[in-house]
Nanobody, 120 residues
Framework: QVRLVESGGGLVQAGGSLTLTCEVA????????MGWYRQAPGNERELVAQ???????NYGDSVQGRFTISRNNAKNTVYLQMNSLKYEDTAVYYC??????????????WGQGTQVTVSS
């Protein structure tokens, strides 16, 4: 079964930087897109950043200009570079994969989540 392994979360001061890593463990027939979502207590899960198989990127309005998503296809790894972090960025960050495990099986895959805490 495909698994998403996340790393890089932690505690950082406001204005600082942090990089999250998501590695795909297992074999995917085809990957449509990978990205990051986040969820803070009391809030709904929201899109942070996404990159498609063709290289197009999409960012949530609140992180535009501060976060950068990148992908290493050879290593099946996606990164989220977070700069100028704010207290409001505090949340659990989840790696997401949209793709086909088999030619006839399309699904969303989620990591276990990694905590990012920004101190004020």
């Amino acid at each position: 079964q495909v698994r998403l392994v996340e790393s890089g979360g932690g505690l950082v001061q406001a204005g600082g930087s942090l990089t999250l890593t998501c590695e795909v463990a297992g074999s995917m027939f085809s990957i449509v897109a990978m990205g990051w979502y986040r969820q803070a207590p009391g809030n709904e899960r929201e899109l942070v950043a996404q990159v498609t198989s063709g290289g197009s990127t999409n960012y949530g309005d609140s992180v535009q200009g501060r976060f950068t998503i990148s992908r290493n296809n050879a290593k099946n790894t996606v990164y989220l570079q977070m700069n100028s972090l704010k207290y409001e960025d505090t949340a659990v960050y989840y790696c997401n994969l949209k793709g086909y495990e088999t030619p006839r099986s399309h699904d969303d895959y989620w990591g276990q989540g990694t905590q990012v805490t920004v101190s004020s």
